[in-house]
């Protein structure tokens, strides 16, 4: 009898998670993948177009299954990409490709382990919006947007990452604007910006970088000035992985999610500020070895996913409104190809980076330029320019996720899924059940990837969330296995 699976989204979760279900099951599978776009496995993430937007991270970090490590850079030497793009390469042989191959690479992965029929198991994209779900009576059902219902005996959550926020003053209802661009992700999105623009970007982690490395290599801006709060800028990678001595050393780029909790946090009370004290220290203690930064927070960066559990609320909530920024841009590095596009027009003065935040908008009545007043961060001053467009590169919405997400709300509505009391995704158990409105967790209903935020901390990068399906494939399985044993004992 074969078990039919049912996941919603198809970007990068959906296609880890498919693929080491298609390679660990004992049984036959029909999975069927909601999902609009016309390729399964990029997202928004890994369907950019713009050759400037690239990995942030190694190929060797970044795996669609744990078991087969090396399969991104094998597959890079075998389709020529490296002969194709020599500038993804840096002397020692690590390698930040376009966010595009990647996207590339998912898809081929996908469709040939699908072709293989494995036990005689499919995989079915059924290209259409996803507008409400539900769970009753042991079946998962999903409406699509066209009508039909896609029906299967377990349904997966995979719907990625919530779309940037739009932090007051920046409204929705200016989405429409000329010179407003609030999601620069989207391809084609920049090509609003006009030539010779002066321009203004807003919040100044990796979206800002990428933005501004295709407004520089394509010449759109005369002048750009990059605002956040903080004024915090992604950090650079480590110092083994941008090496000139021709030797590539792997492990500097993996990410380890078997490392144990390190020693010394498990010495020191669980909260946000002596963890983050204690952090600082071995830091220091490294620095005073010769060893990088890097080393020791990765240690950590590893550990999230079981040390964020053990924290209180209160500590997540205080981490999340005043430590979040710092980790963020420690955890998130630059790709050293964007970074050196960036540095060399901040030598030349066509970048500025200032931490400010936006106080108000103007739109003026030609409608080609904005007026906005930042407010500076240290002094508190207040000045008002003019620029040709502005583009909004803050973080992500999680507070309104669900409004963005129709399947998301109608599970909520129907008390199937309870937001996290972090606002950041949903409540999940350990094996990424999701936990309905009264806190019973449901084995037919998984959320997974980046919507677990709230339960695990950091299950945003391609390696933990390969890792998080790693650990939930074994139980799917043996859940649709004695699903299957009991209906076959009722009389199949």
């Known amino acids: 009898m074969t078990a039919r699976i049912t996941i919603v989204g198809g970007g990068f979760t959906a296609a880890t998670l498919a693929i080491q279900l298609l390679r660990r099951t004992a049984v036959p599978l029909d999975i069927a993948v909601v999902e609009p776009r016309e390729h399964l496995g990029r997202g928004l993430a890994y369907s950019a177009i713009d050759p400037d937007h690239r990995l942030n991270g190694s190929v060797d970090a970044h795996c669609v299954d744990p078991e087969q490590p090396d399969a991104l850079r094998q597959w890079c030497m075998e389709t020529g990409l490296f002969h194709r793009d020599p500038e993804c390469l840096l002397p020692n042989g ?5 966010r595009g191959d990647f996207g590339e690479f998912l898809s081929d992965q996908l469709a040939k382990l699908a072709s293989e029929r494995r036990l005689g198991s499919t995989v079915r994209h059924v290209r259409d919006l996803a507008v409400a779900a539900t769970v009753v009576d042991g079946q998962a059902q999903v409406t699509t ?3 039909s219902t896609v029906a299967g ?24 604007r000329p010179q407003f661009i609030a999601q620069p992700l989207e391809p084609g999105s920049l090509d609003r910006v006009p030539a010779d623009a002066k321009v203004l970007v807003v919040g100044g982690g990796l979206t800002a970088l990428d933005v501004v490395s295709t407004l520089i290599r394509q010449q759109r801006a005369r002048q750009i000035h990059v605002v956040s709060r903080h004024g915090l800028r992604p950090r650079p990678q480590a110092p083994a992985i941008l090496s000139f001595d021709g030797t590539r050393c792997r492990q500097a780029a993996v990410v380890d ?20 004290v204690a952090l600082r220290a071995e830091i220091g203690r490294a620095a005073d070895a010769g ?3 890097q080393e020791p927070f990765d240690a950590v960066r590893d550990v999230v996913w079981r040390l964020w559990p053990q924290l209180p609320l209160d500590q997540k909530l205080r981490f999340l409104r ?6 963020d841009v420690h955890r998130f590095r630059a790709p050293p190809t964007n970074l050196a596009i960036v540095l060399s027009a901040e030598a030349q003065g066509r970048v500025t980076f200032s931490a400010a935040s936006v106080a108000s908008v103007r739109y003026l009545d030609s409608e080609e330029r904005v007026e906005v007043e930042l407010l500076e961060t240290a002094s508190a001053e207040r000045t008002w320019s003019e620029f040709d467009a502005v583009i909004n590169c803050t973080g992500l919405d999680w507070t309104n996720a669900c409004l963005h997400n129709p399947v998301l709300q ?10 996290h009391p972090t606002g950041m995704g949903f409540d999940v158990s350990v094996l990424c059940e999701a936990l309905d409105c009264e806190g019973s967790a449901n084995p037919l209903l998984r959320v997974v990837g ?3 935020s709230g339960v695990f901390g950091d299950p945003l990068g391609v390696s933990f969330i390969a890792g998080q399906a790693q650990r939930i494939v074994p139980d799917i399985l043996s859940t649709l296995t004695a699903r299957q044993h009991r209906q076959c004992a009722g009389g199949c």
């Open 145 to 147: 947007a066209n009508g």
């Open 291 to 293: 060893r990088p930064w």
């Open 257 to 276: 999610l078997h490392r144990p909790i390190p020693d010394y946090l498990k010495e020191v009370p669980r909260t946000a500020r002596h963890w983050c």
């Open 94 to 98: 690590h390698a930040f490709i376009r």
């Open 450 to 452: 980046p919507p677990t």
């Open 153 to 176: 005996a377990l349904m997966v959550i995979a719907t990625g990452n919530p779309p940037q926020a739009l932090r007051f003053p920046l409204d929705p209802k200016d989405r429409s």
């Open 410 to 419: 109608s599970l909520v509505d129907q008390g199937r899924l309870r937001r």
């Open 322 to 327: 005043r430590l979040r920024v710092f980790y």
